[in-house]
């Protein structure tokens, strides 16, 4: 059974710093996703990782997947205020539409 | 855009109370999903479904049911209403296909007293 985990599960970080939230599974995801959750607010998609070593990268966020590894990491560079939220990431088991999520990393970037 | 809406923001009931959720894609997708989360639990899958009347289990599916009659629509029930049921509902409708992905609905954060 996937198992999807995420840390750490809060951050605190200075704007203009770079820090890695990291996304575990414990068996074989055929995909793995991360998604955005402002407060009050739904998810919002931010990336799909298909394939061993895809790196996606929109504005400051980038991330990647090691899937011999069984792991996937969202990097954020030069953080902003902005970018305070919750993120998820998520695995799909293998042939299945079951899709299983961390419990997400609350972000808060300080001023 | 995808849109996904649900019937209600916010929703307070009393236990035994039958409730009905509803959501609705505008999309054509053929998958929709619903979830609940609850603080430092994530999201967890309730139920699926992949064709207008065809539905899956999810992990949590006791105390729940579906009906999907319209590929547009997919609605949940809690047939009897309990307060370990209070949580937030989220919808999610997504295509089939490699690079699918979910979109999530504005959520129902349902009050069970």
């Known amino acids: 059974e996937l198992k999807v985990e995420q840390n750490p599960l809060f951050l605190s970080m200075q704007e203009g710093k770079n820090y890695t939230i990291y996304c575990n599974y414990s068996t074989t995801s055929d995909r793995l996703y991360w998604y955005r959750q402002d407060p009050g607010k739904s998810l919002e998609s931010l990336f ?3 394939s061993n070593g895809a790196v996606k990268q929109e504005g400051r966020l980038m991330a990647s997947l090691d899937t011999k590894a069984r792991l996937s990491t969202l990097h954020i560079t030069a953080a902003v205020h902005d970018l305070s939220a919750t993120y998820f990431c998520a695995g799909r088991t293998s042939g299945t539409y079951k899709y299983i999520f961390g419990t997400g990393t609350r972000l808060k970037v300080l001023a | 855009d995808v849109k996904v809406t649900q019937s209600s923001r916010y929703l307070v009931k009393r236990t035994g109370e039958k409730v009905f959720l509803e959501c609705v894609q505008d999309m054509d997708h053929e998958n929709m999903f619903w979830y609940r989360q609850d603080p430092g639990l994530g999201l967890r899958l309730i139920y699926f479904s992949y064709d207008v009347k065809m539905k899956e289990k999810g992990d949590i599916p006791e105390g729940y049911s579906v009906s999907r009659e319209k590929k547009e629509r997919f609605s949940l029930i809690l047939e009897s209403a309990s307060t370990n049921q209070t949580s937030m509902y989220l919808c999610a409708s997504s ?7 979910q979109y999530f609905g504005p959520g129902t954060r349902l009050t069970v007293l």
């Not at chain 2, 295509?95 to 992905?101: D, I, P, S, W």
């Open chain 2, 95 to 101: 295509t089939t296909g490699r690079a699918e992905t």
């Open chain 1, 48 to 50: 799909v990782l298909l």
